[in-house]
């Protein structure tokens, strides 16, 4: 699986739209871009998943440069529930498609 | 979405014995199924693919005679931690895809064990 680089943290006002970079320059033709988060103590949530489109659901929004070595994770009105660790992890889209998680961005939303 | 679930939710145990963890796809079929490894602070650390009807694939470093891992039916994978140590206590977390349904990888809640 493709490496990811994540920043370490990132604050964000209540309300506001939270940005979130990623870095996966090595990423291969058919490996997927996968964001997960991580509140304190749980196992990760799915958030959302592309391959080169800009894709939208309920929770967030995925951003993909054309060149698909970078995304950005929106979240478009940041609460205090969304204080958590993010993870962007490539993947294949395969039943053997494991994912190896990096650091990720702690963001804290703050009131 | 799909869910997966693991127990016990917590455990303690003495130095030397065994602790079975549980993972189960509540409504659907997994075929495939990993374990993590999380240590305070850490990031999640991937230690073995369970295969349904077969061996599971270990990641470097992780002893499988210490890690037993049973896949033994569509919806089961379990976690022996055989002879546990301190050194083994840690959040430990099960994921499985809901393929082909849908590419997405469901994560069980985790488990904290703690060795005394």
């Known amino acids: 699986d493709a490496k990811t680089t994540q920043p370490t943290s990132m604050d964000c006002a209540e309300g506001r739209a939270a940005n979130l970079p990623c870095n996966h320059s090595t990423i291969s033709g058919n490996e997927y871009v996968y964001w997960y988060r991580q509140i304190h103590s749980q196992g990760p949530q799915y958030i959302i998943h592309g391959l080169k489109n800009n894709e939208t659901n309920e929770m967030a929004s995925l951003i993909i440069t054309e060149d698909r070595k970078s995304s950005t994770l929106i979240l478009p009105h940041a609460t205090l529930r969304d204080t958590a660790v993010y993870y962007c992890i490539v993947r294949v889209n395969t039943n053997a498609g494991k994912s190896t998680f990096g650091d990720g961005t702690t963001l804290t939303v703050k009131p | 979405g799909a869910v997966v679930s693991q127990h016990p939710s917590w455990v303690i145990c003495k130095s030397g014995t065994s602790v079975k963890i549980e993972c189960r796809s509540l409504?659907?079929?997994?075929?495939?199924m990993f374990w993590y490894r999380q240590f305070p602070k850490q990031s999640l650390m991937l230690m073995a693919t369970s295969n349904e009807g077969s061996k599971a694939t270990y990641e470097q470093g992780v002893e499988k005679d210490k890690f037993l891992i049973n896949h033994a039916s569509l919806t089961l994978s379990t976690l022996t931690v055989t002879s546990a140590h301190p050194e083994d206590s840690s959040f430990y977390i099960c994921?499985?895809?809901?393929?082909?349904?849908?590419?997405?990888?469901?994560f069980g809640p985790g488990t904290r064990l703690t060795v005394t």
């Open positions: 409504d659907f079929q997994a075929t495939t």
């Open positions: 994921s499985a895809p809901d393929w082909p349904s849908s590419y997405e990888q469901y």
